[in-house]
Nanobody
Framework: QAQLVESGGGLVQPGGSLRLSCQIS????????MAWFRQAPGQEREFAAA????????YYSDSVKGRFTISRANTRSTGYLQMNRLRPEDTALYYC?????????????????WGQGTQVTVSS
């Protein structure tokens, strides 16, 4: 069974930056894509960003485009989410997710493996 380990969350002031990391191990097969989703209290888990593992092509939700950057380090089986110009509304539990097959990148139901979540709190 694949295992994902996330790190990098924390408390930051509005306008600040954080970098999340997610490493996958014991994956049988190849990664097609990795994504970051987030879930605020009382809300649905929503798509934030995804990266195609083979070529690094990135996709973003409108709410994070221009402020967040998703990337991956193939050799380390690790994905990242660089978050800049953070806002209070970015406060959420952030989850990384991996999938081995193509499909709708923004659909959480299509991801096979999930991290445990890391809390990001943006507050002064």
């Amino acid at each position: 069974q694949a295992q994902l380990v996330e790190s990098g969350g924390g408390l930051v002031q509005p306008g600040g930056s954080l970098r999340l990391s997610c490493q996958i191990s014991n994956l049988h097969g190849s990664t097609y894509a990795m994504a970051w989703f987030r879930q605020a209290p009382g809300q649905e888990r929503e798509f934030a960003a995804a990266v195609i593992w083979s070529n690094g092509n990135a996709y973003y939700s409108d709410s994070v485009k221009g402020r967040f950057t998703i990337s991956r380090a193939n050799t380390r089986s690790t994905g990242y989410l660089q978050m800049n110009r953070l806002r209070p509304e970015d406060t959420a539990l952030y989850y990384c997710a991996f999938r081995r097959y193509p499909g709708q990148l923004g659909s959480k139901d299509e991801y096979e493996f999930w991290g445990q979540g890391t809390q990001v709190t943006v507050s002064s």
